[in-house]
T-cell receptor, first 111, second 117 residues
Framework: QQQVKQSPQSLIVQKGGISIINCAYE??????FPWYQQFPGKGPALLIA???DVSEKKEGRFTISFNKSAKQFSLHIMDSQPGDSATYFC??????????WGAGTKLIIKP | NAGVMQNPRHLVRRRGQEARLRCSPV?????VYWYRQLPEEGLKFMVY????????ESGMPKERFSAEFPKEGPSILRIQQVVRGDSAAYFC???????????????FGQGTRLTVV
C-alpha cells in the first residue's frame, strides 16, 4: 500500500514531442505528489508538485495531471528538448518528508 | 550561496570497515533528511534530523546505522561493519523548516556513492 508504481522505465522522444510519464499509488492518505528531475551524478531537484485538491498544474512546459479517483498522476513535458534528458522520479507522501519514490524513468530526447 | 554539500562524493570500503558520510546543509537550514538510492530505484527515506535531535529514524536499519546532526558541524551518517548490500548512493537533503504538512521544499546534495568491496 506504500508503493508508487512508475512507468515507463525508459522513454525516447523526438525533440519537440511530448514526453508522458505515469505514476499510480494505493494509499489514499497521500496528499503531496512531487516530480523530481535527476541528472547523472547529481541529486534530485524538485520540478513540480501537486496536491489532490486540483486536477492539473502547469509550470512552463511541465504539467502534472492528477486523477484522484483512479489514484494516478502523470507528468507531461511539452516541446521536449535535449536538455530535458534526465531521470524523472514521481513521489508521494502524507506530509512532505517521508516521500515514497517511484523507480524512475530515464528520458532521452533525440535531436 | 552554496547548496547542500556532501562528502566524500565516492567512498570505497572493505567489508567490516566503517563508513562516515558527511552532509553540510544549506546555510540557515536546520532540518536534514537522509535517503538511500539503489541502482535503477527511487530514493528510500532513512532518517530525519533537526539540530541535535532525531525526529524520525523509521527508515533506517536498527543495527549498524546511526545518524547525528550536532549543534555545530555537518550531519553524519555512520555505517558500521559495512556489508556488500550497503553499496548505494546516499543522498542528504535540507530544508529551512519542517516539511511535515507544509510546502517547504527540500534541497538535495549530489550524494555519496558508497562501494563495499
Amino acid at each position: 500500500q506504500q508503493q508508487v508504481k512508475q512507468s515507463p522505465q525508459s522513454l525516447i522522444v523526438q525533440k519537440g514531442g511530448i514526453s508522458i510519464i505515469n505514476c499510480a499509488y494505493e494509499n489514499t492518505a497521500f496528499d503531496y505528489f512531487p516530480w523530481y528531475q535527476q541528472f547523472p551524478g547529481k541529486g534530485p531537484a524538485l520540478l513540480i508538485a501537486i496536491r489532490p485538491d486540483v486536477s492539473e498544474k502547469k509550470e512552463g512546459r511541465f504539467t502534472i495531471s492528477f486523477n484522484k479517483s483512479a489514484k494516478q498522476f502523470s507528468l507531461h513535458i511539452m516541446d521536449s528538448q535535449p536538455g530535458d534528458s534526465a531521470t524523472y522520479f514521481c513521489a508521494a507522501s502524507k506530509g512532505n518528508y517521508q516521500l515514497i519514490w517511484g523507480a524512475g524513468t530515464k528520458l532521452i530526447i533525440k535531436p | 550561496n552554496a547548496g547542500v554539500m556532501q562528502n566524500p562524493r565516492h567512498l570505497v570500503r572493505r567489508r567490516g570497515q566503517e563508513a562516515r558520510l558527511r552532509c553540510s546543509p544549506v546555510k540557515g537550514h536546520s532540518h536534514v533528511y537522509w535517503y538511500r538510492q539503489l541502482p535503477e530505484e527511487g530514493l528510500k527515506f532513512m532518517v530525519y534530523l533537526q539540530k541535535e535531535n532525531i525526529i524520525d529514524e523509521s527508515g533506517m536499519p536498527k543495527e549498524r546505522f546511526s545518524a547525528e546532526f550536532p549543534k555545530e558541524g555537518p550531519s553524519i551518517l555512520r555505517i558500521q561493519q559495512v556489508v556488500r548490500g550497503d553499496s548505494a548512493a546516499y543522498f542528504c537533503a535540507s530544508s529551512p523548516s519542517s516539511m511535515i504538512g507544509g510546502n517547504t521544499e527540500a534541497f538535495f546534495g549530489q550524494g555519496t556513492r558508497l562501494t563495499v568491496v
